[in-house]
């Protein structure tokens, strides 16, 4: 066939190619604009159930900050120990203590998950506090022994109004809410440790 025949073939196709590419186009945008008003249809529900939830008072959390570390054996940590200490024999703090003062390992094998940890300390004292609950804490590597009596030294209440306020009552794996896990759910979402940031 000569060259010339060829063109209106030619011309045919890259027709036909711009077609389909026009209407596989059509369909992504409007495949798109489906998925963003699903998407934000699904965002409106979610605010809507979590309008119902108990909400959890704001806490702003310290930024981390170098502290001098310690191998555990020096008790004072700073105007951040709380009375409760003298009680204890350990450093206890609550939500009046700045982190900046307590302490760290002189032998940290990860500082930054220490900074978190600490973090999350603070905010949980704090968002109990706004529940009505004082709740105290230690910094696990000043202290050695039995955790339970480590626990009860601290000096929490017992209560089952305390232990919902601090853990809520979600379920586990893919039943877990964060916004239902009290103010330990409410301190490792606001830090960015869960899936749901």
Not at 130 to 143: I, K, N
Not at 171 to 182: L, N, Q, S
Request: charge should be negative; include cysteine; proline fraction near 7%.
């Amino acid at each position: 066939m000569p060259e010339s025949e060829y063109e209106p073939r030619r011309a045919r196709r890259a027709k036909i190619a711009l077609a389909i590419a026009a209407a596989l186009t059509i369909v992504a945008v409007g495949g798109g604009a489906a998925f963003a008003m699903t998407s934000a249809a699904v965002v409106a529900e979610n605010e809507a159930q979590a309008g119902q939830l108990v909400e959890l008072p704001a806490v702003t959390p310290a930024a981390p900050t170098a502290a001098p570390p310690t191998d555990g054996a020096d008790d004072d940590a700073g105007s951040g120990v709380s009375d409760a200490s003298a009680d204890a024999g350990f450093p206890v703090y609550d939500a009046d203590t700045d982190i900046a003062t307590i302490p760290r390992a002189a032998e940290d094998p990860d500082p930054a998950n220490t900074e978190i940890w600490l973090t999350q300390q603070r905010i949980i004292a704090q968002c109990m506090r706004e529940q009505g609950y004082e709740h105290r804490y230690t910094a696990y590597w000043l202290v050695s022994g039995d955790p339970a009596l480590i626990q009860d030294a601290l000096g929490n209440p017992s209560s089952d109004e305390y232990t919902l306020a601090l853990w809520g009552d979600t379920g586990g794996g893919d039943e877990y809410r964060w916004e239902e896990a009290g103010c330990h759910g409410y301190a490792v979402h606001v830090t960015g440790m869960d899936d749901a940031n």
